[in-house]
């Protein structure tokens, strides 16, 4: 009997392992960390090494409440070298409390106030003839594109990033890791 139950219970934590790990894959890893579709977009984001700096921001314009919030929410979500191809001292100045609401205008005009997966993203732009404005809730409007297989946001000041993750499932909406930040009109 013991070694029935030694058996049954080192099969069910190997069952539980794998079922976990089919999970996580269901999602693409981002910064080298597994993407959870059932946690948040902070919980997730927080994670991933390629992250550290968007984070960091996130926190300090106070949207850490706002990003765990029921959504749902699309975030673009620059990659650590984007926000490192700035001018010199740009994070750094941003991060000071002084200028919290110059940051939280450019975080919010990463984030749509919907959950659009890459494929509604693709059928928008089609149907809009190629180019598909994007509200944010910073009240930027980005211009969707397909740059080939890619999709690609420009913003109002003609800085263009391209999605290089996309389809990052969160419980309150979709990730998509961009290459650039983008910025409100000067």
Do not use: W
């Not at 090494?49 to 959504?71: F, I, R, S």
């Not at 100045?93 to 659009?116: R, Y």
């Not at 389809?167 to 930040?181: C, P």
Request: glycine share 8%.
């Amino acid at each position: 009997m013991r070694k029935f139950t030694s058996t049954f219970l080192s099969s069910a934590v190997a069952a539980a392992a794998i079922a976990a790990a089919a999970y996580a894959m269901e999602n693409p890893m981002v910064g080298g960390a597994a993407m959870y579709a059932d946690k948040n977009i902070v919980e997730n984001a927080v994670n991933s090494a390629d992250h550290t700096t968007l984070v960091a921001a996130v926190k300090a314009a106070g949207l850490v409440e706002t990003l765990q919030g029921p959504g749902p929410f699309t975030v673009f979500a620059p990659v650590n070298a984007a926000f490192e191809e700035l001018p010199a001292g740009t994070v750094d100045t941003l991060l000071k409390p002084e200028n919290k609401d110059q940051l939280t205008k450019i975080l919010t005009c990463h984030v749509v106030a919907a959950d659009a997966m890459s494929d509604a993203i693709q059928g928008m732009i089609a149907d809009d003839g190629g180019n598909h404005p994007v509200p944010t809730v910073g009240g930027c409007t980005l211009q969707a594109k397909m740059d080939g297989d890619n999709i690609t946001l420009t913003d109002e000041n003609g800085n263009v990033a391209t999605v290089t993750i996309a389809d990052v499932d969160q419980s309150n909406g979709v990730i998509h890791v961009i290459d650039k930040v983008l910025l409100p009109k000067a």
